[in-house]
Every structure is written in structure tokens, then in C-alpha cells.
């Protein structure tokens, strides 16, 4: 192995403008929860706080996932494919969903044989209740 | 669920120049085997030939994965997240391995406590065989 000191070292985040993809594992389960991204400091304070931590592009700022609504992503492993520019989290997800629409996981829409989607989520929480919107 | 006749149209291509990042999941195993990205015909080609088509960033056209090694990937199931940006691709691996490196997945590289990365892979096959480079 290379004697790399700093981990994020290995990480490439000139594909796409200063970040890097991160998918969040549920690791009890295996389920693909969500889909974000990290900027280099989202990255080590995912280490530091061994809870997720992303780089929110709509509000363009750190987001520390479940922050608002209390279903935070706490760190079991973590992974990197061959390139660097994917970061793979397996997590415990408090509160049993990662979703704003309260589902478990965001891939809630199935594709169906005639074309359709179908919604086969989870539904955990009433986001009105706990979001307040 | 809305009457959506193309299953295209649940997809948005706005948030990455025209594409949406791709997942491919092994429909055995659960393991995230590689993170690709489609855009409308590569999506449109998976879904006509059952067998998984990226677009290729780096080389700029249709990528049909296995094309060159065999190792294709048969679509089982197909999912998209809660703001259409991101696809999860079930699929069965057929010769074992996605990575270009011959592992069978390219999250390969697993963060250590002392900050190293690990190489945690399944070796499958050797690349210099089958790309003969």
C-alpha cells in the first residue's frame, strides 16, 4: 500500500467542480439510502464527526444530514472506487429513513414492465411533521 | 401514480451537463459494484437492450459496458431517486467483475482507523489478459 497520510489524498475532486459523489449504505440492510456529494471539507468532517457531512449543491453549503429533521448518518466504513471520485458510506441511518419525503430511501420509484414507476417505498415519517412544511 | 408514458421523462438530465449518474448494484450480492453515468440514449439503449449502456465522460460516446472484456451487465430491476438525477441498476455481472482492474467491484479501497486504505477486492480476472494492455 502507498503510504498515504492524509486519506483524502486518494480522492479526485476535479471531475465535477470541486466535489465528489458520495452514496450512503444502509449497512444492516445493504439498500442504496441516497445520493449527495462532498467537497473536500464535507470529507473530513465525515472522519472527524464520524457522521455524514455533505456539500449541499441547491443551498450551496455544508450539510450535516439529518441536522433538521434529527435522522443522522452515523460512519460504519467507508469505501473509494478505482478512480477516486466516488465515495462510498456505509451507514447506521437514525431514524430509519435518509429521504426528505420520509420513505427509508430515496430510490423509491421502481420501474415497472409497461414503462411506468411504481412507488415501492418505505414510509417512515410524515415530512410535514418533521420539517414543519 | 401520474400517467407517465416514457419512463425517460421521470429523469433529470438539467443537474450534470445532459446526464444522470448511474449506479450499478450487484442483484446477487447487494454489493455497489460501479458508479457511471447515462444520458438519454445510453439510458433508452438500456432499457431496449436489457444490458447496461453508459456514456463514457472520458471518451466521449456510448459505452457498453463489457463491450471489450465480455463482463455486461443484464439488467434486472431499475430504480431512480426521489429528484430524478440518479439511477440504481441491478444487475447480474456476468463474468464476476465490473472494475476495469479485474475486482469484482471498484470500491475496492477501504478506509482503515489508521487513515490508510485498504485493499479489501475480490480479484476476478487480470486485466492485461482480457484488454491485452
Redesign the interface.
Known amino acids: ?1 502507498d ?5 483524502i489524498e ?1 480522492l479526485d475532486f476535479s ?2 467542480n470541486g466535489l465528489v ?1 458520495a ?1 450512503a ?1 444502509d449497512d444492516a440492510t ?3 439510502l ?2 449527495a456529494f462532498m467537497n473536500p471539507e464535507a470529507f473530513r468532517l465525515t ?1 472527524s464527526r464520524g457522521e455524514v457531512v455533505y456539500w449541499s ?1 441547491s443551498r450551496n453549503k455544508l450539510w450535516h444530514k439529518g441536522e433538521e429533521s434529527g435522522n443522522t448518518q452515523k460512519v460504519k ?7 477516486g471520485d ?1 465515495v ?1 458510506v456505509r451507514v447506521e441511518q437514525r431514524g430509519g429513513a435518509a ?3 420520509g ?1 427509508r430511501s ?6 415497472q414492465d409497461d ?5 415501492v417505498g418505505v414510509q417512515v415519517f410524515d415530512p410535514k411533521e418533521v420539517y414543519g412544511k
Open positions: 500500500m503510504p498515504i497520510e492524509d486519506p486518494a471531475k465535477a459523489t452514496i449504505i445493504d439498500e442504496v441516497m445520493v472522519l449543491r466504513s467507508l469505501y473509494i472506487d478505482c478512480d466516488v462510498v429521504c426528505h419525503t420513505r430515496c430510490f423509491f420509484r421502481k420501474l414503462g411506468t414507476w411504481k412507488d
